[in-house]
């Protein structure tokens, strides 16, 4: 049976390569997609992308996930990261295996970034290894699944 994996962007992650560049690099959120897609279906997995800047309509999306029989979640929860003990909660009811991602290096900014909410809720997390993080996610929960 082909694997089925999902990868959530959170608030301001929809307006990845205007963003920010300097950080987020140029590459646009639906670039990425279609190469994480492109990139599952090479390895025999159906990846299904969501992007929302709202933290209910993500928690609604992972709830949806348990249902769909998802192997793995990559999550990118942006700003919701340090913020969000519903997130938290949410990762946690949910028990997918989920790899929090950040494209820039968390721990290298702001102190208030360094803190990460929903981490412990996670299998695994990558940080500061730009977009390819989420090709190297996406492999470690098709070994894992
Ligand atoms: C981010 C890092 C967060 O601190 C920030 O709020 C984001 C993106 C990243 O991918 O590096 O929106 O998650």
């Known amino acids: 049976m082909r694997k089925r994996i999902l990868v959530i962007n959170g608030p301001n992650l929809g307006r990845l390569g205007k963003r920010e560049p300097e950080i987020y690099g140029s590459t646009t959120l639906q670039e990425l997609e279609e190469r994480l897609i492109e990139y599952g279906n090479s390895k025999d997995t159906d990846v299904i992308c969501f992007q929302s800047n709202h933290e209910g309509r993500i928690i609604d999306r ?25 997130l938290l909660d949410a990762v946690k009811s949910c028990n997918i295996p989920t790899v929090e991602l950040h494209i820039s290096n968390i721990h290298k900014r702001e102190e208030f970034r ?12 990558i ?6 993080g989420y090709e190297y996610a996406l492999d470690f929960l098709i070994k894992q699944s």
């Open 62 to 86: 992972l709830e949806k996930a348990v249902d769909e029989e998802v192997s793995g979640c990559i999550l990118n929860a942006a700003a919701l990261t340090h913020t969000s003990v519903a």
């Open 114 to 125: 360094k803190k990460s909410i929903t981490a412990p809720a996670c299998v695994a997390s």
């Open 127 to 132: 940080s500061g290894m730009g977009l390819h």
